[in-house]
């Protein structure tokens, strides 16, 4: 009897030593893709995608949009955010409050890239500027931080919050 409580009293300190010291790893996300999951509360499918340098980039974390109603902004404006660090944030905004294509748009991707582009919202929906459901595509051209063209930028998104 001795022994059984010997043995179970090696495990419970054992148990209780190793326990603790176990630490779950950060996740390793694929290639392209930046976080897991969703951010700003909205659903699972959310996200942006664009391709730029030959490399296609997956942001599905840490994505909100704003509109801004007309009377602010003569005719309104929406913006697009998403990523979880400045290397890789994702910015576009459109001078508009209602769905369509929009040649002036604005699209950065993190602290070095910035250009004009086409941005097309087939779905633009909000009821108090944050929540609602933004859709839609972009192609811009983009250039680095000293002015010069960097290249081509094109992809998606899709955002309910």
Same mark, same amino acid.
């Given at each position: 009897?001795?022994?059984?409580?010997?043995?179970?009293?090696?495990?419970?300190?054992?148990?209780?030593?190793? @326990?603790?010291?176990?630490?779950?790893?950060?996740?390793?996300? /694929? !290639? *392209?893709?930046?976080?897991? +999951? %969703?951010?700003?509360? #909205?659903?699972?499918?959310?996200?942006?995608?664009?391709?730029?340098?030959?490399?296609?980039?997956?942001?599905?974390?840490?994505?909100?949009?704003?509109?801004?109603?007309?009377?602010?902004?003569?005719?309104?404006?929406?913006?697009?955010?998403?990523?979880?660090?400045?290397?890789?944030?994702?910015? @576009?905004?459109?001078?508009?409050?209602?769905?369509?294509?929009? /040649? !002036? *748009?604005?699209?950065?991707? +993190? %602290?070095?890239?910035? #250009?004009?582009?086409?941005?097309?919202?087939?779905?633009?929906?909000?009821?108090?500027?944050?929540?609602?459901?933004?859709?839609?595509?972009?192609?811009?051209?983009?250039?680095?931080?000293?002015?010069?063209?960097?290249?081509?930028?094109?992809?998606?998104?899709?955002?309910?919050?």
């Amino acid at each position: 009897m001795k022994r059984i409580y010997c043995c179970l009293l090696t495990l419970i300190i054992f148990t209780t030593l190793v @326990i603790p010291g176990c630490k779950i790893d950060q996740p390793i996300y /694929p !290639d *392209g893709t930046v976080g897991g +999951g %969703t951010g700003g509360g #909205g659903s699972g499918s959310n996200f942006i995608s664009y391709t730029f340098a030959g490399k296609t980039t997956r942001i599905e974390s840490h994505i909100v949009f704003q509109v801004i109603a007309p009377g602010v902004v003569p005719e309104g404006s929406t913006q697009i955010i998403g990523g979880t660090e400045p290397a890789n944030l994702f910015s @576009i905004i459109a001078p508009t409050a209602v769905a369509g294509t929009f /040649p !002036d *748009g604005l699209i950065a991707v +993190g %602290t070095d890239l910035v #250009g004009e582009g086409t941005i097309v919202f087939t779905t633009l929906t909000s009821a108090n500027g944050f929540n609602g459901t933004v859709k839609g595509t972009f192609t811009g051209q983009m250039n680095d931080k000293t002015g010069s063209p960097a290249g081509a930028i094109s992809g998606s998104f899709s955002i309910t919050n």
